[in-house]
Nanobody, 117 residues
Framework: QVQLVESGGGLVQPGESLRLSCKKSTFIFRFYVMHWYRQAPGKQRELVAT???????DYADSVKGRFTVSRGNDKNTIDLQMNNLRPEDTAVYYC???????????WGQGTQVTVSS
């Protein structure tokens, strides 16, 4: 069973930055995709950023140019650097790991990000 643990959430003012981290337990699959999702109150969960095991990345249009997703040097963490945060970025952010072609789909417990003046 893969475990994902997020950290780094908090309360910031508009325009400020936060860095989220997601640490995964030992993982035996060579090919996988990791995502950051977020869910604001009363809204559906939305995909924010993606990074593959070979470091290809993709972003939602709403965060392009502000957020950067990357894998840590030990390849067991993924980070989400969030710059120029806006009130509409307020949500619970979840880390997700999927193995293509299988039913392996794991979620972290979520971390709250609040952007408010």
């Amino acid at each position: 069973q893969v475990q994902l643990v997020e950290s780094g959430g908090g309360l910031v003012q508009p325009g400020e930055s936060l860095r989220l981290s997601c640490k995964k337990s030992t993982f035996i699959f060579r090919f996988y995709v990791m995502h950051w999702y977020r869910q604001a109150p009363g809204k559906q969960r939305e995909l924010v950023a993606t990074v593959t095991n070979d470091d290809r990345t993709d972003y939602a249009d709403s965060v392009k140019g502000r957020f950067t997703v990357s894998r840590g040097n030990d390849k067991n963490t993924i980070d989400l650097q969030m710059n120029n945060l806006r009130p509409e970025d307020t949500a619970v952010y979840y880390c997700n790991l999927k193995v293509p072609g299988t039913d392996n789909n794991y979620w972290g417990q979520g971390t709250q990000v609040t952007v408010s003046s």
